[in-house]
């Protein structure tokens, strides 16, 4: 039943934000991320090298991109709540057709596709948890922050999942297929989640996007990536490197001989603290107005990158895993932050879509590259190494991102 929002109460608000961080948990914490989970067994099965291992989550990231280029036309076409409930549909289709195939043509294929409907649910989510917030103004980061921990909810949901079914599965021909059946029941679940909240979503929230005029799609988007050019290209390199890190390390774990439920442990707490991250840097993000969040947590990532390299120690690796859970999130976070600080309201969603293009592009590049490297001397370690040294570039170019009203 559709609320108003004068009737909205708290209670009510935190059940809708809850209900739409499946949107993030579907699209990302479990379509994006459990990956890194079935590469293993998949390469090892499949005969893959690292290039092609990569190269999976690449093509996810292209159909990620060709999404989000889709949705200012869908938006105003099908409205946010139908594109995130379809999308969540489509998602889960194509999550549980990867374990019927064993081509690496097909599986690149369905890969693209569910990165295509990933990005209509993420994006749809996204906007409606932000008008929900709007109803709700006091609270309107908590609830936003609430819609971005459902990435670190799919993460846990999926190192809980994926184990247990590739151990009872072991003896089955092609046994991973299994785990993706399983992640896809995991998706329907959180997509009966969002059918709830689309349903009860509050007549304001639920309007299509405005329509802008053809002069107005060319030229804000241009007026962001010149002003924001610094942080716009850390920010591609943040893409870069980050992906490359939650495609292959829970393959590095593996190679260092760590057990499978220290593995499900590592993890389980990186999505725990995705979860927790909303809150961690909220300060930083509201006292700076410029790249310096961006490139403080940039830094970090970094640094967790590194650590399972250079130690394969268990406690070492353990906090690799919490560091990086807890900053990943925050980094997107902090380009919406910066967006809000330095753009008047109408020009937010250009902004915001400038970010996520270029973020998009990032990601098509990183798994790709890390597996190449991976393939070459030093393995998976060079690669890991190759992305720190990313982020860190990443971090250099977007301290030097100034606030644009101080400019």
């Known amino acids: 039943m559709t609320m108003h929002s004068a009737t909205l109460t708290p209670a009510q608000a935190l059940r809708l934000a809850l209900a739409l961080s499946m949107g ?17 067994p998949m390469r090892a099965d499949l005969g893959w090298s690292y290039t092609l291992a990569g190269a999976m989550n690449t093509a996810n990231a292209a159909g990620y991109l060709l999404g989000a280029l889709m949705m200012p036309a869908l938006m105003r076409r099908l409205g946010p709540l139908r594109l995130l409930v379809w999308g969540a549909v489509w998602a889960s289709l194509f999550m549980a057709a990867s374990g019927f195939f064993t081509s690496a043509s097909a599986l690149l294929l369905q890969r693209f596709l ?9 994006v749809a989510g996204g906007l409606l948890a932000a008008r929900l917030g709007t109803l709700q103004p006091s609270r309107a980061g908590f609830l936003l922050g609430l819609y971005y921990g ?13 184990p247990p079914v590739l151990h009872a599965a072991a003896g089955e021909a092609h046994g991973w ?8 029941l995991a998706s329907f679940a959180g997509t009966a989640v969002l059918g709830y909240a689309a349903h009860a979503m509050p007549s304001e929230a639920r309007a299509p996007a405005a329509p ?35 495609t292959f390390v829970i393959a590095l774990l593996r190679e260092q001989g760590a ?16 979860v927790a991250s909303a809150r961690l840097w909220a300060g930083l993000l509201d006292r700076f107005h410029g790249g310096q969040p961006q490139a403080v947590l940039n830094a970090l990532l970094g640094m967790a990158t590194l650590l399972p390299v250079l ?3 268990w406690p070492v690796t353990l906090v690799s895993g919490l560091l990086f859970g807890a900053v990943f999130l925050s980094v997107v976070a902090s380009t919406t932050a910066l967006v809000r600080h330095n753009l008047p309201a109408e020009q937010w969603a250009t902004g915001i879509s400038a970010f996520t293009i270029i973020f998009a592009l990032g990601q098509i590049v990183g798994p790709t590259v890390t597996g190449w490297i991976s393939d070459g001397p030093g393995g998976l370690a060079r690669g890991l190494v190759a992305s720190a040294i990313t982020l860190w570039a990443g ?13």
């Open 24 to 40: 993030a948990a579907v699209s990302l914490g479990i379509t994006r991320f459990s990956y890194g989970l079935l590469l293993p």
């Open 114 to 122: 569910a990165g295509l409907a990933s990005a209509w649910v993420f």
């Open 150 to 162: 459902g990435t670190g909810l799919g993460i846990t949901l999926s190192a809980l999942l994926v």
């Open 177 to 184: 297929a299994w785990a993706w059946w399983a992640l896809a």
């Open 212 to 246: 802008a005029s053809a002069h107005e799609a060319a030229a804000q988007p241009a007026r962001a990536v010149r002003r924001f050019g610094w942080a716009l290209a850390g920010y591609a390199l943040f893409g870069t490197g980050y992906i490359g890190y939650m």
């Open 259 to 274: 057990s499978p439920a220290n593995i499900t442990m590592f993890y389980a707490l990186l999505g725990v603290a995705c």
């Open 311 to 313: 130690s394969a120690a």
């Open 395 to 407: 971090a250099a170019l977007a301290s030097r991102q100034r606030p644009l009203l101080l400019t």
